[in-house]
């Protein structure tokens, strides 16, 4: 809970990565609170006050997993529907904003993301999911402590590059001061 709030306000994209961890470390629990409390919440160096609110919501989390049914897979709609905005801002930022420095990073990952979008066999998965995918996945093998190859490692930055630039961006936008450029290209 405390890592998430942080992650949430400073940078979009390492929130959803980090939720999706947690949605998989419950996972790999059986959605069991007590396992949670043992190997989880008994590690943070924390008041009593503060541990009971991320009892709370580790509760919360696995009761909205439940209700949701994604005791195996899938993500819990709130990330789901960040997803979206983040591939609405993302389509906003190359054609209706123009901007350029986003263009830029796009075109150096737009291959890198079409061979995600390939790579998942889904049919409608936007570039946003798909980089989000590759970065987590990236994310998994480096907790695991495996090999990366250079190759991955050079297509996996181009996405990282560009998902930093949309996180800077959805600040600005959940802060009122995304502005459109002065040299709107027609």
Do not use: C
């Amino acid at each position: 809970m405390i890592i998430a709030e942080q992650k949430k306000k400073d940078n979009i994209i390492e929130y959803v990565l980090y939720m999706w961890n947690v949605e998989d470390l419950l996972r790999s629990f059986n959605l069991d609170l007590g396992m949670v409390e043992d190997k989880v919440i008994a590690q943070y160096d924390v008041d009593e006050k503060k541990k009971e609110e991320i009892r709370d919501w580790y509760v919360q989390l696995i009761k909205d997993m439940r209700e949701n049914d994604i005791l195996e897979s899938g993500h819990l709609p709130d990330l789901n529907e960040l997803i979206t905005e983040l591939n609405f801002l993302h389509q906003s930022l190359l054609h209706l904003y123009n901007d350029t420095i986003y263009q830029r990073l796009e075109k150096e990952a737009h291959e890198n993301l079409l061979t995600l979008i390939e790579k998942s066999g889904k049919k409608n998965i936007s570039p946003i999911e798909a980089g989000l995918n590759g970065l987590y996945g990236t994310l998994l093998l480096k907790m695991k402590q495996k090999q990366i190859s250079e190759e991955t490692a050079k297509s996996i930055k181009t996405i990282s590059d560009l998902f930093a630039y949309l996180a800077v961006k959805y600040r600005e936008m959940k802060a009122g001061k995304l502005v459109m450029s002065p040299h709107k290209n027609n």
